[in-house]
């Protein structure tokens, strides 16, 4: 038992990241294929995707910056009709 522990301390392990772990569920023989450096074939399809992830970021950035704003004017108006109020009260 000893010499088993001492084992797994004396070989370098790699470092397994967890996107290959996906890539590993997803489909065995694909993660395989890119671990060997295999090409793909399906270039096309890959750069549609790499294209719609961007589209998509891109999407979510400005919908991330219109709810700031919505925030921001949100806010503004709070103030606004704060100030407005105790300005008929006092």
């Not at 399809?45 to 719609?52: C, F, I, K, M, V």
């Amino acid at each position: 038992m000893q010499g088993i522990e001492n084992l797994c301390y004396t070989f370098a392990m790699r470092t397994i990241r967890s996107s290959e772990i996906g890539n590993y569920l997803y489909c065995r023989r694909a993660w395989w294929y890119r671990k060997t450096g295999v090409p793909s074939e399906n270039q096309i399809e890959l750069a549609a995707g790499t294209d719609l992830h961007r589209r998509h970021g891109r999407q979510v950035f400005a919908s991330l910056l219109t709810r700031t704003v919505g925030w921001i004017l949100f806010l503004a108006a709070v103030l606004t009709l704060v100030a407005y109020l105790a300005y008929q009260f006092l």
